[in-house]
């Protein structure tokens, strides 16, 4: 019985390996590929994915995030108790280096299968017919001010004081409602919209702010999942911007795109302006990394409603320090461009010339 055991454990090990140099092989054919990956995975494979997932762990009361983490602690305590178990003469370096790889390569597997190989998919900006060609300081200058005019309207129709807005004060269905704008306008865009995905708030407040991220899609349960500590105001753009990873789209600057002109388009006045601001932050630091001293006077004579609401956002994130802030940027940095996001974290400001680019195109049809 042991010497059976044994081989299914030394075949689980190799094929952890196998699976995971198979699943970089096919990842890279699929990069070769972006229209044959967008038929046959993004829009065929992730789809029935999507619905599987949404309908076994979405209905879990909690965020399954919080089973896996358990989950993993419990398996590898029992793997570093099993070690230590084990006869001196048993213990090798090499079979650990085994099942490490080994391990590796299951999560490779299932993050590419369960979501990743979106990555390879055709571009957001192919599939809608748009060039988001760089700036130049004048044309930046000019998005500014359009965005900060559309964000002083929003802001009127804001009937809270500046700096006292409140998680209470989002729609009881805010997760719902997110859903369907996000939902409906990558529909209108022609994107699949399968399943119901869900989004999720982790506690204890922090968990994910402390290492600079706001929220995050975890593939391997299918659940958006933002932070508590979130300022209210962060929430809607956040909770949206993943809502869209949830439904295949990887690219940080696509999401944000989608994330906005989604909020922006709510009859709740709080998520209207929340997208609007999320979009703004964006152009204003866009502008201010080249025209610093001219920002810095623009910035004064923003209303002071919204100034409040900018330095309540500040406030809130200087709760929540970063913890090794350099090694996180560079880690995830490192994975984007390893995907083919070559801008890597800048990607996320991308979300500027794609938002100008689809202006554009919407005009030109006037």
């Not at 869209?244 to 989604?262: D, K, M, P, Q, V």
């Not at 995907?339 to 195109?361: E, F, H, P, T």
């Amino acid at each position: 019985m042991m010497q059976f055991l044994n081989n299914v454990k030394r075949k689980s090990v190799y094929m952890g390996i196998y699976l995971g140099i198979a699943t970089l092989l096919l990842r890279f054919i699929f990069s070769l590929f972006p229209g044959v990956t967008e038929t046959i995975y993004s829009r065929f494979l992730f789809p029935i994915i999507r619905y599987i997932l949404d309908y076994t762990i979405g209905w879990c009361p909690f965020p399954f995030t919080y089973l896996l983490i358990f989950g993993l602690v419990v398996y590898l305590i029992y793997r570093i108790n099993g070690f230590f178990k084990m006869q001196p003469e048993e213990r090798s370096i090499i079979q650990v280096l085994m099942s490490i790889l080994s391990g590796i390569g299951y999560v490779i597997f299932l993050f590419m299968f369960l979501w990743g190989f979106n990555y390879a998919r055709v571009s957001m900006e192919k599939q809608i017919g748009i060039s988001s060609s760089q700036m130049t300081k004048a044309s930046l200058k000019e998005e500014l001010e359009i965005s900060t005019s559309e964000l002083i309207e929003a802001r009127n129709k804001l009937n809270i004081d500046g700096g006292k807005i409140r998680w209470e004060d989002h729609p009881s269905n805010l997760e719902v409602r997110l859903r369907e704008l996000v939902s409906n306008k990558m529909k209108a865009l022609g994107y699949p919209i399968p399943g119901r995905v869900r989004g999720r708030i982790l506690k204890p407040k922090g968990i994910l702010l402390r290492i600079s991220t706001a929220g995050v899609y975890n593939p391997f349960s299918g659940e958006c999942n933002i932070d508590q500590g979130l300022h209210p105001l962060q929430v809607p753009f956040t909770w949206a911007h993943e809502f869209t990873h949830g439904y295949g789209i990887t690219s940080e600057a696509a999401c944000n795109f989608i994330a906005y002109i989604a909020c922006k388009e709510s009859e709740d006045p709080l998520i209207n302006y929340a997208g609007h601001l999320g979009y703004w932050r964006y152009v204003a630091s866009n502008y201010k990394s080249g025209e610093r001293e001219k920002y810095a006077l623009f910035r004064q004579n923003l209303p002071t409603e919204i100034t409040k609401d900018l330095q309540s956002i500040y406030e809130n994130g200087d709760q929540y320090p970063d913890i090794l802030p350099e090694i996180r940027d560079f880690i995830y940095g490192s994975f984007l461009k390893s995907q083919g996001i070559s801008d890597g974290l800048q990607n996320y400001s991308k979300v500027v010339r794609m938002n100008v680019a689809w202006r554009k195109k919407m005009d030109s049809k006037k």
